[in-house]
């Protein structure tokens, strides 16, 4: 047997091809509507963190510098201007490029600053230097003294080894002179013996003449 399908039966592929597809395109499109918002959202919220940061980090620099009271009062107007303006990307944009502008001028006051710490920073230095120097001075002064004090102990100790000399020398010709005067009373002794030697001789001399006159 064979099927025969009347000719007015609708099939398959015509009833779905005429269904509509805008049920599935509305959502799509609200979805990335959403997903794009939110990424704008977060993109321009991290811009403008980084803005602020990065204009803090200058401010701080400033002050820092000693140039800091016109780059603070700047940083601040941006701050507040950052934050009034966080619906238009474009205005903060605009304040930051003033503000940055205006932070010139606290650049030449920082550049102010920093020639003032230079010259601190030298005249420290020099008197790092001064005090060092008077140091070396003192040290010196010092030395010399000890030199000095050296110099005398030694002229002290070399004129009392000479005195020292000299009072041996004086004492060796002391007892020199006493031995010289030991040897002439011993001489004048001797002398004084033989000629008393010599008497007693010419006396018995005389006598024994004597006697023998007497013999004869």
């Not at 940061?53 to 002050?63: A, H, I, P, R, Y």
């Not at 120097?133 to 002290?156: F, K, P, Q």
Request: overall charge negative.
């Amino acid at each position: 047997m064979v099927d025969v399908k009347p000719s007015n039966m609708p099939t398959r592929s015509a009833t779905t091809s005429s269904k509509p597809c805008l049920p599935i395109v509305v959502p799509v499109v609200v979805i990335l509507e959403v997903v794009l918002e939110v990424v704008l959202v977060v993109v321009l919220e991290v811009v403008v963190q980084v803005v602020v940061v990065v204009l803090v980090v200058v401010v701080v620099v400033v002050v820092v510098g000693g140039g800091g009271g016109g780059g603070g009062g700047g940083g601040g107007e941006e701050e507040e201007e950052e934050r009034g303006g966080g619906g238009g990307g474009g205005e903060e944009t605009a304040a930051a490029a003033a503000e940055e502008e205006g932070g010139g001028g606290g650049g030449g006051e920082a550049e102010e600053g920093g020639g003032r710490e230079e010259e601190e920073e030298e005249r420290g230095e020099e008197e790092e230097e001064e005090e060092e120097e008077e140091e070396e001075e003192e040290e010196r002064g010092e030395e010399e003294e000890e030199e000095r004090e050296e110099e005398a102990a030694a002229a002290a100790a070399a004129a009392a080894e000479e005195e020292e000399e000299e009072e041996e020398e004086e004492e060796e010709e002391e007892e020199e002179e006493d031995e010289e005067e030991k040897e002439e009373e011993e001489e004048e002794e001797e002398e004084e013996e033989k000629k008393k030697k010599k008497k007693k001789k010419k006396k018995k001399k005389k006598k024994k003449k004597n006697s023998d006159k007497q013999q004869l």
